[in-house]
């Protein structure tokens, strides 16, 4: 026997109408879209915030270094009290870059030693889009000025700054007797602890105590040689220890400019960077660097202050063209390298790559002081390097670097902390 079940679908179950599908799908792109959006906001929000860290960090990379060297400027065993007296008639050709203040000064009489001009260890080329001054960048080593991958980055400045790294070796010096007496003509060095392949007797040598400091060139066993500034003296004090430095290898001369590097994940992409060319040896402290501007603080014979570029402090001049006295007592003389006290170092670094945001956007704008005090929009191509502009933010980053060592030492014999002080902070260009 069949049985036969007959079933009715029940009157409220049935499917959703076109006009509630079309409203669900909807809201459902309402609601996607939101989300879409946030995540889209979320990812410039990121991004933004990623590239203010990476100006940041590499501000403050490029500034440690810079003020770190400055802060190093002229340091010489027993800090900087004593000029060192020159008895090498070759001394220029021991020093990378070969500044002019290591040459004699003009006049100085054969037979006694001439002091080393403070100069030799702080010099700034201020450069325009087409020339620098004081022009000495062949003997820097650095490249030539341009806005293809290698050079330069033009009207960009360059700072060369030099200290004695290390430390020496201990020492005894003998005379015409053991005892080596006071100003006595030093015959032979003796000291303990050198390598096993000696001292280069291609280099000068440089003799310090704490209340005298001498170069002078050696042979091979360590005698000193006589030439037109005469013979190292003995020092005549057994109380004082005697510290003997290589003064060819020990001598740091750091040298920082801007350049054109090829960015590594874009071969053809142009990166401006700060680069430091230690020794002889480059090396890249960090990308993004595109700005990089220099002043100098010289405080003149009367107390008064000035805030130079180095094409100022150069030819001993102000701003305004007035010619500056340093010194004091009857030493006066034009105001040069050796009586810089401060540095004023200004950088703009930039985010290197564009963000997710329009070329419009307030956020680009930037501040640069040598520029004035105003915002300013990007332009299509930046100054200096040449490069698009593009969509990155950007940061001024400065640093007013005391020189230590130099505050411990003047020609004029000015005391540390004597100085009139500036008349306001070192704004205005």
Same mark, same amino acid.
């Given at each position: ?12 179950? !049935? ?44 501000? !403050? ?8 060297? #400055? ?5 010489? %065993?027993?800090?900087?009290?004593? !000029? ?110 050198? %390598? ?15 209340? *005298? ?9 360590? /005698? ?33 400019? #801007? ?7 874009? %071969? ?8 430091? !060319? ?72 930039? @985010?290197?790559?564009?963000? %997710? ?37 950007? /940061?001024?980053? *400065?640093?007013?670097?005391? #020189? ?7 020609? @004029?014999? /000015? ?15």
């Amino acid at each position: 026997m069949t049985f036969f079940v007959q079933t009715e679908r029940p009157a409220h179950s !049935r499917g959703f109408s076109l006009v509630e599908l079309m409203i669900a799908l909807v809201l459902g792109m309402l609601v996607t879209s939101a989300i879409l959006g946030l995540f889209v906001t979320s990812g410039r929000v990121e991004a933004v915030q990623t590239a203010l860290s990476r100006v940041q960090e590499n501000g !403050r990379v490029a500034i440690g270094e810079l003020t770190a060297d #400055l802060r190093m400027a002229g340091y010489l %065993p027993c800090g900087a009290q004593i !000029r060192p007296q020159v008895f090498s008639e070759t001394l220029p050709m021991h020093i990378e870059g070969q500044p002019m203040t290591s040459v004699a000064p003009a006049g100085e009489a054969s037979g006694k030693p001439y002091l080393l001009d403070r100069g030799v260890f702080i010099e700034g080329v201020g450069c325009s889009a087409n020339s620098c001054s004081p022009a000495s960048i062949p003997a820097l080593g650095v490249p030539k000025a341009g806005h293809d991958i290698g050079d330069r980055i033009p009207a960009t400045d360059i700072l060369t700054l030099r200290h004695l790294q290390g430390v020496g070796w201990r020492s005894e010096v003998i005379g015409m007797d053991s005892s080596c007496k006071s100003n006595e003509n030093v015959s032979a060095i003796v000291p303990s602890g050198l %390598p096993e392949s000696g001292f280069n007797a291609a280099h000068l040598a440089l003799l310090a105590s704490c209340t *005298r400091m001498q170069i002078f060139a050696v042979d091979a066993t360590l /005698r000193p040689l006589g030439g037109k500034f005469g013979v190292p003296k003995c020092d005549g004090s057994s109380a004082q220890p005697l510290q003997l430095f290589d003064f060819d290898a020990q001598l740091q001369t750091s040298v920082y400019y #801007l350049q054109l590097a090829q960015d590594a994940t874009t %071969p053809a992409r142009r990166v401006s960077t700060l680069m430091r !060319r230690t020794n002889g040896i480059v090396n890249e402290v960090v990308q993004g660097v595109e700005r990089f501007d220099l002043r100098f603080s010289v405080h003149e014979a009367s107390g008064n202050s000035h805030w130079l570029s180095a094409a100022n402090v150069d030819r001993g001049a102000s701003q305004s063209g007035d010619a500056l006295t340093c010194g004091g007592g009857t030493a006066l003389h034009a105001c040069s390298w050796s009586d810089v006290d401060a540095v004023d170092v200004e950088l703009l670094v930039n @985010s290197i790559d564009d963000l %997710p945001i329009g070329d419009s956007a307030a956020i680009l704008q930037y501040r640069y002081s040598p520029d004035g005090d105003g915002m300013q929009k990007p332009a299509e191509t930046m100054p200096a390097t040449g490069l698009v502009a593009g969509r990155m933010l950007r /940061r001024e980053f *400065r640093s007013v670097v005391a #020189l230590r060592s130099f505050a411990q030492f003047s020609p @004029s014999g /000015r005391k540390p902390g004597r100085s009139r002080p500036h008349s306001g902070c070192p704004s205005p260009r």
